[in-house]
T-cell receptor, first 114, second 109 residues
Framework: DVKVTQSSRYLVKRTGEKVFLECVQD?????MFWYRQDPGLGLRLIYF???????EKGDIPEGYSVSREKKERFSLILESASTNQTSMYLC?????????????FGDGTRLSIL | QKEVEQDPGPLSVPEGAIVSLNCTYS??????FMWYRQYSRKGPELLMY????GNKEDGRFTAQVDKSSKYISLFIRDSQPSDSATYLC?????????FGQGTELSVKP
């Protein structure tokens, strides 16, 4: 079974802090994704990566950046956290090919910005 | 208009009922259709995966895709309290996945 592990289940930070969310997958998947999930808005894609050191903007990249130094690890960075970034953050991965491949998700990090 | 529309519910049914969950979409290029189940405080897990039109059955779950109507459904037979979760539809034309809002389902004993 694919395992996608997010380093923190719950995180509380203050406005203006730099926040790192970490994600690791154990299935040698090429593609990794970061989403945020908000009530009434569903899942929205922030960034994705299809290879080490490669990244692509999703639908809502503003205020975020990412890092992919190793194939198994994909980090989401909030450069200067703001209260509107309080959300559930989900990491996902899928194998190369991408065409219609179902994504495998971690259990999420619930982030609160005070 | 959103690309994928899904009634958020909540939907409450008695144990044993047949549940029907639905999504409509606007992009006729979508070919890959998925249903995810998400329990409280957990990530989404893949439940059903369908390519193009037709039906797919897996135990108590049946996924239907009607591309002519741009409509997909998930049926749950003999629903159980353990089916209580949020169900998300997702679809793709081969690129990124587009998700519905999710429907919150509660199955009462």
């Amino acid at each position: 079974d694919v395992k996608v592990t997010q380093s923190s289940r719950y995180l509380v930070k203050r406005t203006g802090e730099k926040v790192f969310l970490e994600c690791v997958q154990d299935m040698d998947h090429e593609n990794m994704f970061w989403y945020r999930q908000d009530p009434g808005l569903g899942l929205r894609l922030i960034y994705f990566s299809y290879d080490v050191k490669m990244k692509e903007k999703g639908d809502i990249p503003e205020g975020y950046s990412v890092s992919r130094e190793k194939k198994e690890r994909f980090s989401l960075i909030l450069e200067s956290a703001s209260t509107n970034q309080t959300s559930m953050y989900l990491c996902a991965s899928t194998r190369q090919g991408f065409r219609g491949q179902p994504q495998h998700f971690g259990d999420g990090t619930r982030l609160s910005i005070l | 208009q959103k690309e994928v529309e899904q009634d958020p519910g909540p939907l409450s049914v008695p144990e044993g009922a047949i549940v029907s969950l639905n999504c409509t979409y606007s992009n006729s290029a979508f070919q890959y259709f998925m249903w995810y189940r998400q329990y409280s405080r957990k990530g989404p897990e893949l439940l059903m995966y369908t390519y193009s039109s037709g039906n797919k059955e897996d135990g108590r779950f049946t996924a239907q895709v009607d591309k002519s109507s741009k409509y997909i459904s998930l049926f749950i037979r003999d629903s159980q309290p353990s089916d209580s979760a949020t169900y998300l539809c997702a679809m793709s034309e081969g690129g990124k996945l587009i998700f519905g809002q999710g429907t919150e389902l509660s199955v009462k004993p």
